[in-house]
């Protein structure tokens, strides 16, 4: 179980990493020089405040997802039900991000920090999480972590199948 909300979490903390990043996408501003390349960045940035917002809603639906699925009998069905349609936003932001790093030099990159720094902070959230929530909860709680856990594990082998291609 551990594990699984791990997984989950690495998933959340990179793309709510790599979508809260304030660096150009097209490169520098003084690169921009031309109006090729200032248009390019214009659309790349409007591309980009898209993929927020897909990321927001995605969010509100998991939460929304699960909200419903413990109010209901059908608990594992109606969870079912709401991530197919966050799937559907999800394919939506990855077609975003697939089309915001075509035909550009820009690399998914983490030099931001070392992975002994990233490995503390990932230790640190999950940590959080044990805390915040108590694991020992009942088994329909339970079936809903495994089914979360489950779909973002898949998401995040989905999200690295495709970033792979950039690299």
Not at 22 to 43: C, L, Q, V, W
Not at 54 to 69: D, G, M, N, T, Y
Not at 70 to 98: F, P
């Amino acid at each position: 179980m551990k594990l699984l909300v791990y997984f989950t979490l690495l998933s959340i903390v990179e793309l709510k990493e790599f979508l809260n990043r304030n660096e150009p996408i097209a490169g520098n501003i003084s690169d921009t020089t031309t109006t090729n390349k200032a248009t390019s960045f214009i659309d790349k940035t409007l591309l980009f405040r898209e993929i927020n917002s897909l990321k927001v809603k995605c969010e509100e639906a998991s939460i929304q997802a699960i909200k419903e699925a413990v109010d209901s009998r059908g608990a594992v069905m109606t969870l079912y039900e709401q991530y197919m349609k966050i799937a559907r936003l999800d394919q939506q932001l990855l077609q975003k991000v697939m089309s915001l790093f075509q035909n550009t030099d820009y690399k998914f990159t983490n030099e931001s920090y070392t992975t002994t720094e990233r490995a503390l902070k990932e230790s640190k959230a999950l940590n959080d999480i044990e805390s915040d929530y108590n694991l020992e909860t009942s088994s329909k709680n339970d079936k809903i972590l495994q089914i979360v856990s489950t779909i973002n594990i898949a998401k995040r082998q989905l999200e690295y199948d495709n970033v792979v291609k950039f690299t």
